[in-house]
Structure formats: structure tokens, C-alpha cells
């Protein structure tokens, strides 16, 4: 009975070590078998680089500096920011402005700001379209526009 029981464990292993060879031999066989980038062949595409009309560049053109225009237009000097972050309500009277403005400067050891200098920053300012000016009993009363409103947001 041991030998039987030995027999029938030695097919059974020998059964094993085949089938184990048979999938080796599979798996070697598919090795050989070509990948998918050996059986795609590229071709050389030639590539012409477009010429831009004169058109397209006249218009490339006119709109660079209409562009240039907008944003010398947008573009603040640090005093003029600083004079137009300093409305904190929507009217403003000069002599208010100019406190409130040299608080920031005087303590940082800036000169504070003159009335003279004060006035020509507010004028470019009211160019600029940020602040508008009224004039009530012989005062000037500094408003704050939308856009001035919208650009210290």
C-alpha cells in the first residue's frame, strides 16, 4: 500500500512539474510575440510654419497699443495709492485727506504730505477718473468715484 500511496505521489508531482513546464514554455512563447510598437511604423511628417498676413499683424499691432494706453492709464504712483486708500468715507475734505494719509508716513519716518503736493496728486487723481470735486462754500469735497472705489478694494 505504500508503494501505491508513493506512485501516486510521484504522478502527481510529475503531473505538477509538466504542467508547470507547459506554462513556462507558454509563457516563453509569448515573449516571442511581437509588442504593439513593432508592428506600428511611423512616417515622417513634414510640418510648414504659417506666414501671418499683414492683416493679422496690423491688428496685432493696434491692439498692443491701445493695451499700452489702458495700462499707462491703470498705472498708480505709491503716493497716489496711498492718498486714495486714505478715503474712508465716500467725501473728504483736504485738510482730512492729508491727516489721514500722514498717519502712514509719519511714523515710518516719511515726509508727510504738503497741500501743494497734496492738491497735485489729487488733481492727477481727478484725471484719472478715481476722485471727483465739488466745490461747497469756497471748500473743495473730494468724492470718491465707482472706479476709485473698486480699484482700493
Do not use: C, W
Not at 83 to 103: C, G, T
Not at 108 to 113: K, M, N, R, S, T
Not at 133 to 151: A, D, F, H, P, W
Amino acid at each position: 500500500m505504500e508503494n501505491e500511496e508513493e506512485d501516486k505521489n510521484l504522478e502527481k508531482e510529475l503531473g505538477d512539474k509538466e504542467k508547470i513546464r507547459n506554462y513556462l514554455e507558454q509563457m516563453a512563447q509569448s515573449k516571442n510575440s511581437p509588442v504593439a510598437k513593432d508592428l506600428v511604423q511611423l512616417k515622417h511628417v513634414e510640418i510648414k510654419k504659417q506666414k501671418i498676413s499683414s492683416e493679422t499683424l496690423d491688428l496685432a499691432n493696434t491692439l498692443k497699443e491701445q493695451l499700452l494706453e489702458h495700462d499707462q492709464f491703470e498705472r498708480l504712483s505709491n503716493d497716489e495709492l496711498t492718498i486714495l486708500e486714505s478715503f474712508n468715507n465716500k467725501r473728504m475734505l483736504l485738510p482730512r485727506i492729508a491727516i489721514v494719509a500722514n498717519q502712514s508716513r509719519i511714523p515710518l519716518g516719511i515726509e508727510p504730505f504738503k497741500k501743494v503736493e497734496l492738491e497735485k496728486i489729487l488733481d492727477t487723481l481727478i484725471f484719472k477718473g478715481y476722485v471727483e470735486v465739488e466745490q461747497v462754500k469756497s471748500k473743495n469735497v473730494y468724492i470718491l468715484t465707482e472706479r476709485g472705489k473698486y480699484r482700493i478694494q
